[in-house]
């Protein structure tokens, strides 16, 4: 006889399992934007993708164990090639793909003969407008939900949640998205259980949108290094140090001069054919110039 399990046990036993799993990890953001949709993540690996496409419009990413969400990955490239080849591409959807991959998930996680996937789940699609963009969230167990605004799975998903719920901006710009989603990423728990903010280096971050200002008709592209250090590097500096000397006043021997930072050309500057002025003679701070010696009375050697 086996050993008997209630039913709920059972339940409560393979949810804390794949929960355990899947906070490991590190979270991933998805946020809207004016133009579309930001993923970002954390990822020290350059070669195996959180996010990746799935066909023209969707986008999919994911936390937990990579080769359990490769295969949904896999699977869910093939079945949206599938329906597109054999009806229309406005056939393949991201909610159509969001149900196909809640059945696989539930199925796995209520039978007994295999454990659980570790995994949440990210299928995001774009829109022709921003009202149309959606973002569908799976869990572990084959739960659906459609998000708005905003969503984050795994790792300290609470800290991250909480953090872009009062920052988070409608209709905000690719840069001030990006900026939330890293700020918001780094979010965490220190020993005492208080919320502490850490810097991701650019190198660790991967982050793709679905920007709906593209030509093509695929809308997926990833922001490489390069790119994420010009968007994140827009900060306000750090305020430079006084002056020696107040405003309305000016070292000796200096002018005022009111230089306008949007103005390319520096009043400082000199241009061709400028000159600076001739030191008066007459001032009595400057030492006194002797003359010119006379010239000689022979009128001096001639040179041939």
Same mark, same amino acid.
């Given at each position: ?14 949810? +804390? ?15 809207? &934007? $004016? !133009? ?16 990746? !496409? ?13 080769? !359990? ?16 080849? %054999?009806? +229309? ?9 969001a149900n196909a991959y809640a059945q696989t998930l539930g199925t796995i996680f209520s039978s007994?003969?295999?454990?659980? &996937? ?31 605004? &905003? $969503?984050?799975?795994?790792? $300290? %998903? ?22 939330? %989603? ?29 920007d709906r200002t593209r030509t093509q008709p695929r809308k ?25 000397? @107040? ?11 009111? %230089? +306008? ?25 400057? @030492?006194?110039?002797? #003359? #010119?010696?006379?010239?000689? $009375? ?7």
């Amino acid at each position: 006889m086996p050993f008997y399990v209630s039913p709920e046990q059972l339940m409560k036993d393979r949810a +804390d399992f794949a929960r355990k799993g899947i906070s490991r990890g590190r979270s991933m953001v998805a946020v809207h &934007y $004016a !133009e579309g949709i930001l993923l970002a993540s954390e990822n020290v690996s350059q070669a195996l993708h959180k996010i990746s !496409e799935i066909y023209d419009r969707i986008a999919f990413a994911a936390v937990g164990r990579y080769n !359990e969400f490769e295969n949904l990955r896999i699977a869910g490239v093939r079945l949206a090639d599938m329906r597109g080849y %054999a009806y +229309d591409r406005r056939d393949v959807t991201g909610r159509g793909l969001a149900n196909a991959y809640a059945q696989t998930l539930g199925t796995i996680f209520s039978s007994g003969g295999e454990k659980p &996937y570790e995994v949440e789940i990210f299928v995001a699609e774009i829109g022709d407008t921003a009202q149309d963009d959606q973002i569908y969230r799976l869990t572990y167990d084959g739960q659906v939900a459609d998000e708005q605004e &905003y $969503a984050v799975i795994g790792g $300290a %998903a609470d800290v991250v949640s909480t953090y872009l719920s009062e920052h988070y901006k409608e209709g905000s710009s690719l840069t001030e998205a990006l900026t939330l %989603a890293v700020n918001a990423l780094g979010r965490q728990n220190n020993e005492r259980g208080e919320a502490d903010n850490r810097v991701i280096p650019v190198k660790n971050l991967e982050v793709a949108v679905l920007d709906r200002t593209r030509t093509q008709p695929r809308k997926f592209s990833r922001i490489g290094p390069n790119r994420l250090e010009s968007l994140l590097g827009t900060r306000e500096p750090a305020s430079a140090p006084a002056p020696e000397h @107040p405003a309305e006043e000016h070292p000796p021997g200096t002018a005022a001069v009111d %230089a +306008d930072p949007d103005d390319p050309r520096d009043p400082t500057d000199q241009e061709s054919g400028d000159a600076p002025p001739l030191a008066d003679p007459t001032r009595e701070d400057l @030492p006194p110039v002797a #003359p #010119p010696p006379p010239p000689p $009375a022979d009128g001096g050697d001639q040179q041939s």
